[in-house]
T-cell receptor, first 112, second 112 residues
Framework: QKEVEQNSGPLSVPEGAIASLNCTYS??????FFWYRQYSGKSPELIMF????GDKEDGRFTAQLNKASQYVSLLIRDSQPSDSATYLC????????????FGKGTHLIIQP | ETGVTQSPTHLIKTRGQQVTLRCSSQ?????VSWYQQALGQGPQFIFQ???????GRGNFPPRFSGLQFPNYSSELNVNALELDDSALYLC???????????FGPGTRLTVL
């Protein structure tokens, strides 16, 4: 059974610091990886996606992928109180037929 | 370009009833995926439709069924509702079967 594991938190980070969120996945056939942000009572919002080993940067966000270790991370620089949310990590296969497998999410709190 | 929309926002049903949830994908997105999200959990994949054909299905019973229409709309039907079907139902559209998925606002279903 495909699994994505995340620390549920809460992860508390001071405003302006770097928040580091991590997840691991069980299926070596996974080819695409996604980070979603979900505010309480709202639907998930896509923040980043990454397909290749290494780093991918977009503004304050950096996604990192290590397929050998089956490890994905998300760094948020200059954390803002508005970044406080649950962050969902998801893995997908090549053809999409299995959908995305999500972790349970990490609850991030940015302390002003 | 409009985003993904879903209707209704909230719905209350009784055990044993049937329900239809609707989704309108982003224009040009020929793939729609449906997910069920229970409180405190990550979304669980129900099924995916690509160009009006079912492309894949998660671990959900046959009483969960769907349709996708040529006008980028789709629907999720659930028969013989059970109490455990109470959840947030999310649809997500994407340009292709394995691409990034963009979620709608969701439908909150309560089964009494």
């Amino acid at each position: 059974q495909k699994e994505v594991e995340q620390n549920s938190g809460p992860l508390s980070v001071p405003e302006g610091a770097i928040a580091s969120l991590n997840c691991t996945y069980s299926d070596r056939g996974s080819q695409s990886f996604f980070w979603y942000r979900q505010y309480s009572g709202k639907s998930p919002e896509l923040i980043m996606f990454i397909y290749s080993n290494g780093d991918k940067e977009d503004g304050r966000f950096t996604a990192q992928l290590n397929k050998a270790s089956q490890y994905v991370s998300l760094l948020i620089r200059d954390s803002q109180p508005s970044d406080s949310a649950t962050y969902l990590c998801a893995a997908g296969s090549g053809g999409g037929a299995d959908g995305l497998t999500f972790g349970k999410g990490t609850h991030l709190i940015i302390q002003p | 370009e409009t985003g993904v929309t879903q209707s209704p926002t909230h719905l209350i049903k009784t055990r044993g009833q049937q329900v239809t949830l609707r989704c309108s994908s982003q224009s040009g997105h020929n793939t729609v995926s449906w997910y069920q999200q229970a409180l405190g959990q990550g979304p669980q994949f129900i099924f995916q439709y690509y160009r009006e054909e079912e492309n894949g299905r998660g671990n959900f019973p046959p009483r969960f069924s769907g349709l996708q229409f040529p006008n980028y709309s789709s629907e999720l039907n659930v028969n013989a509702l059970e109490l455990d079907d109470s959840a947030l139902y999310l649809c997500a559209s994407s340009l292709d079967r394995a691409g990034p998925q963009y979620f709608g606002p969701g439908t909150r279903l309560t089964v009494l």
